[in-house]
């Protein structure tokens, strides 16, 4: 499901999407307020996604 308005697009997480996260969450001032740790790669940033966004029950937005 993707929901979309003028401004903004919600969608599922995507394995596509490791690069960008890692180029946020590997920020030192990002991850540690947040209550996760520093992302030390993309594929880090790969293995958070396909274990807590694509494997759960629940949908998690990107």
């Known amino acids: 499901m993707v929901l979309e308005t003028e401004r ?4 599922p997480w995507l394995d596509s999407d490791a690069q960008e996260l ?3 969450a590997k920020d030192p001032a990002v ?3 947040a209550g996760w740790p520093i992302h030390t790669s993309e594929e ?4 958070i996604i396909r274990m807590y ?3 759960r029950k629940l949908t998690l937005w990107c």
């Open 53 to 55: 966004c694509l494997s």
């Open 8 to 11: 903004l697009i919600l969608r």
């Open 22 to 24: 890692y180029k946020y």
């Open 31 to 33: 991850g540690p307020i």
């Open 44 to 47: 880090n940033s790969l293995e």
